[in-house]
């Protein structure tokens, strides 16, 4: 299909089938909590849009709930949003944009369907957004891009093209074109629904085909607006027609240049990720990927959250629906575990803010209370022997000890560190020799989160002291006898991790390169995917 249009009509779909399940993904900075907002709004599901930067007597965003978030205005945890819109169900995913939490943004990526990247028109490309697009890639997950902030003074559309065409790789067609920028900002082209907007929304003109909008007289007359259609003229000579196989394939991204701060394109955006963004796609698995199709109840634990509400010290895993119709009341099976679970609450999911699900398909995401039942990486099904794959645990690149300020809260420091590890907020290891806690985390920012967290959810103080490490790997053999005796050597060394697998820690890297090379059959792993 090359055309701009629809993919399908809401009204003839399976129930899975109406489901968009998506993530936004950017550097920070780059306005995409506003633009989740605002795609709350413009879907109809809230009545005014929170912001970012808000002073005290504004409205809080809906996503950004943990209190370090608000004070910080950043997103340090993925938030869930499920809202309706002209017939189909959209699950969005806000994820954080702050590079020390990749880690829970790469397995929220798991979860989608779709992305929608977000750049700011001034900066371009960044580097968390570039990390971010890799892992898409990976996955072959299909982008809208969103170049925001046009209303402020930015680099030239055509050049942000040319950027995101030859930095990502992708192909390029714009579907959202900008008249002017800054304080010469007069409005957009909707190639797709063929109208000239104005900065506030109101129809300037409407359009045939482009030939007929290049001709216009009225639109031509004011310099800006010309020198615009001008360029955007050699936009859609220079670069291809939007083809959805392609797009879908994870090659080529819309682009779609708005504000989320003024509302400026961001229905244009829902209206693409509703026509163009796929349906539930098959889920990687071992032995075979899980068919969104298939009759039977199936799906995968991608984030658990702690302590959401704190009157009921609660534990919340996030399920992506894989296929099936799930039920409230349904038993399902831990494949991990091999135990059935009664999934008696179960809920959706509008940032803070829940409510039951009684019933769920395939692309949903689900939210179960439990008490450390379930974990990241778990998969559930009716009773099917199936392991979704692709969900890993990442070497940290800082290491630091535990300290505990009072000695009589030791089992509630193992409790926290094991909710907040379960949540993928940190890696835990325990020392082989001595009982010593050790995290690891990406970025000192997860530090400073895991502190607060434990003084503020189990009223446990703690400080973290360096170490003698500064990597840590997991390790394997194919020879039991080879991983044992490497063990035992280097006990000193050695930790375990949450789940009792054996994690070898070194002083530097030319350390780790040393043991590698001292020990041809031990192999050192970087990632591991989780159990």
């Known amino acids: 299909m090359n055309a701009l249009t629809p993919a399908a009509e809401a009204t003839k779909l399976l129930p899975y089938q109406s489901r968009r399940t998506f993530a936004i993904i950017s550097h920070p900075d780059a306005g995409k909590t506003t633009l989740t907002e605002r795609l709350l709004s413009s879907s109809g599901a809230i009545q005014q849009a929170g912001q970012v930067r808000h002073r005290a007597n504004q409205r809080a965003t809906r996503s950004d709930w943990m209190a370090m978030e608000r004070q910080r205005g950043i997103s340090i945890t993925s938030s869930v949003m499920t809202f309706e819109h002209e017939g189909l169900t959209f699950n969005l995913l806000d994820t954080p944009g702050h590079s020390d939490f990749s880690e829970d943004t790469y397995r929220t990526l798991t979860a989608v369907d779709a992305a929608v990247m977000v750049i700011d028109v001034a900066k371009g490309i960044e580097a968390q957004t570039l990390k971010l697009f890799e892992v898409c890639r990976l996955r072959d997950i299909p982008i809208v891009t969103f170049a925001n902030k046009v209303d402020r003074e930015g680099k030239d559309p055509l050049e942000i093209l040319d950027e995101i065409a030859d930095t990502l790789a992708l192909d390029v067609t714009p579907v959202v074109w900008p008249l002017g920028s800054g304080v010469d900002f007069k409005g957009i082209v909707d190639l797709v629904g063929k109208q000239?907007?104005?900065?506030?929304?109101?129809?300037?003109?409407t359009?045939?085909?482009?030939?007929?909008?290049?001709?216009?007289a009225a639109l031509k007359a004011d310099p800006v607006i010309n020198t615009a259609l001008e360029n955007l003229d050699l936009a859609l000579d220079g670069y291809p027609a939007f083809d959805l196989e392609i797009y879908r394939a994870?090659?080529?991204?819309?682009?779609?240049?708005?504000?989320?701060?003024?509302?400026i394109a961001v229905p244009q955006l829902l209206r693409s990720l509703g026509d163009w963004a796929p349906e539930p796609r098959p889920q990687p698995a071992e032995p075979a990927p899980i068919d969104p199709g298939s009759g039977k109840v199936s799906g995968f634990v991608f984030k658990v959250q702690a302590n959401m509400d704190q009157n009921h010290r609660d534990r919340i895993a996030f399920v992506r629906l894989s296929s099936g119709t799930?039920?409230?009341?349904?038993?399902?099976?831990?494949?991990?575990?091999?135990?059935?679970?009664?999934?008696?609450?179960?809920?959706?999911?509008?940032?803070?803010d829940r409510e039951l699900a009684e019933e769920a398909v395939a692309g949903d995401i689900v939210g179960i209370p439990n008490h450390g039942a379930l974990s990241v990486g778990d998969t559930l099904t009716e009773g099917a022997s199936i392991k979704v794959?692709?969900?890993?645990?990442?070497?940290?690149?800082?290491?630091?000890?535990?300290?505990?300020?009072?000695?009589?809260?030791?089992?509630?420091?193992?409790?926290?560190?094991?909710?907040?590890?379960?949540?993928?907020?940190a890696q835990v290891f325990r020392r082989m020799v001595g009982a010593d806690y050790i995290v690891g985390v990406v970025g000192q920012l997860q530090l400073e989160v895991l502190q607060s967290r434990i003084q503020i959810e189990y009223n446990v103080p703690i400080g973290f002291e360096s170490i003698n490490f500064e990597l840590a790997r997991w390790i394997s053999s194919e020879?039991?006898?080879d991983l044992d005796a490497f063990i035992s050597k280097n006990k000193l060394e050695m930790a375990e991790d949450k789940y009792g697998d054996p994690v070898y820690l070194a002083q530097s890297s030319w350390w780790l390169d040393r043991a590698g090379r001292d020990n041809p059959k031990i192999v050192f792993h970087a990632t591991k995917e989780r159990h």
């Open 196 to 205: 000239v907007l104005s900065p506030m929304g109101e129809v300037m003109a």
């Open 207 to 216: 359009f045939a085909d482009t030939d007929a909008l290049f001709a216009d």
């Open 250 to 263: 994870g090659h080529l991204t819309p682009v779609i240049f708005g504000s989320a701060l003024k509302s």
């Open 326 to 352: 799930f039920k409230r009341g349904m038993k399902l099976r831990n494949v991990r575990t091999g135990k059935d679970l009664a999934v008696s609450n179960p809920m959706f999911f509008f940032g803070h």
């Open 389 to 425: 794959t692709g969900i890993p645990n990442f070497a940290p690149e800082i290491i630091r000890r535990v300290r505990l300020s009072d000695p009589m809260k030791a089992k509630q420091l193992a409790k926290a560190l094991s909710d907040l590890a379960e949540e993928g907020v």
């Open 479 to 481: 020879d039991k006898k």
